[in-house]
């Protein structure tokens, strides 16, 4: 048995050769894991962003307590958070301001989406368009927030046009706006 360790700037090719990786910034190692578990549950907002391609959508919000529910509250949007997501260390944030994420594959349109709709869904308006022949990467601002979704190409979407968006509520992201740490 041999280890190796390779050095690489390019996440592709981390993520494709490593069984292990170690994402470090100012050379301090942020997260040591498996490249799933560094793409599903990163450590921080730096992981989450530098790991994934568009980069993971990091949207300010405030986590509130209505009904008996937990909702993410943000300029544009009022989503809910399901329940195996409100941890205890997430329930000591309702009330207070956290930061949002969510990979743009995470994202759909409202007619691509068949299950239960109800606080899932956010307006937003196109900006740009690009077709990447097997994906459509879609920026469009959210009440003055960018999001990047990533689409099924054979969409007919436009730059201008006005589209609700469902998200993946079940694949959220939360981190601490202050520490930048995960909370889930």
Known sequence: KTTSIYVTHDQVEAMTLGHRIAVMKDGQVLQYDSPRVIYDQPANMFVAGFIGSPPMNFVPARLVSEGGKVWL??????????PEKVTPEVGAYIGKEVVFGIRPEDIRTLDTVREPLEGRTFQGRVKVREALGDELIVYADVAGDEIVAKL????????????????????????????????I
């Open 73 to 82: 509250v943000g300029r544009g949007f009022k989503l809910w958070v399901p």
């Open 152 to 183: 099924d190409p054979r969409l007919p979407i436009s730059p201008g046009q006005e589209i609700t968006f469902v998200a993946l509520m079940e694949h959220m992201h939360l981190f601490d706006r202050e520490t930048e740490k995960a909370l």
